[in-house]
């Protein structure tokens, strides 16, 4: 078994430990084995061949709603100086937009009357944050600053809540803002109750709360961005996956992949 360990010392630590366990005869416990080695699905998120299961059941519906302003968004964004929120294109992108987030129950029991009006206002809102977030896939989500985050967190999640207002707590439907974002920025999962239910239990989900901060948002993006930034496997099936479905020169939709691979199951 291959020892985890920045440096010699910790490599030493844990080979001492391992004696300690080993004359005692208590390495057989999971709880040994994970501190001294690592939990093997930390370092694996998921298999390719799982995956292509998974995506290949994927409902096809879903998958042309993502393409649609995907495939879009890619070839808006190959001029370095263009992007879908800017002046020249955010009318395109409210059309779009606006024509799949009700379809996905974005917006479904929320107090606000007109959320698709509150929709348009937003997009104006976030452009010049947004033209800054799509630079970053999740692998760099703790690069991203937080002043970016947090302005996308309110503008978004305010569609939803009564008459367009914030709320002053920071708490919000987490889907209207996940799902918006899976679509123009593709790094994170939509975190529907579908797929909430799925993601293991040590990123520690809220499965049954639909309402987060940024807080809880930003803490379990990290842990999938640390995990999947550990998985050379994963990386390179996505990436290549990526390069299959929307081109070479492309930004891969690290949050969309995952997304697919969580509705589908654990």
Not at 138 to 165: Q, Y
Not at 208 to 219: P, V
Request: hydrophobic share 35%.
């Amino acid at each position: 078994m291959e020892l985890i360990g920045s440096n010699a010392g910790e490599h030493e630590l844990a080979k001492s430990v391992l004696g300690f366990a080993n004359s005692w005869g208590i390495l057989q416990f999971a709880g040994w084995q994970k501190f001294l080695f690592g939990d093997e699905h930390s370092r694996v998120m998921f298999s390719p061949d799982e995956f292509e299961k998974r995506i290949a059941s994927f409902p096809r519906r879903y998958m042309a709603n993502f393409d649609y302003v995907w495939k879009w968004k890619i070839k808006v964004e190959s001029n370095d100086s263009a992007h879908i929120l800017d002046e020249n294109h955010r009318r395109e992108a409210y059309n779009r937009l606006s024509s799949i987030l009700p379809k996905w129950q974005t917006y479904r029991n929320g107090d606000n009357p007109e959320p698709l009006k509150t929709l348009r206002e937003t997009l104006n809102n976030i452009s010049e944050e947004y033209n800054q977030l799509r630079k970053y896939t999740l692998l760099e989500f703790e690069s991203i600053p937080h002043e970016i985050l947090e302005k996308i967190w309110h503008e978004l999640g305010r569609v939803k809540e009564k008459d367009g207002n914030r709320n002053k707590h920071g708490y919000y439907s987490t889907i209207s803002i996940s799902k918006p974002l899976l679509l123009i920025w593709g790094q994170t999962p939509a975190f529907d109750s579908f797929v909430r239910k799925h993601i293991p239990t040590d990123y520690n989900i809220p499965k049954y709360s639909c309402k987060w901060n940024l807080d809880a948002w930003t803490r379990i993006m990290k842990q999938f961005s640390m995990r999947l930034s550990g998985n050379e496997v994963t990386i390179k099936h996505l990436n290549e996956e990526s390069k299959k479905l929307y081109g070479e020169k492309t930004v891969v939709p690290y949050g969309r992949f995952l997304d697919i691979y969580y509705w589908e199951g654990q």
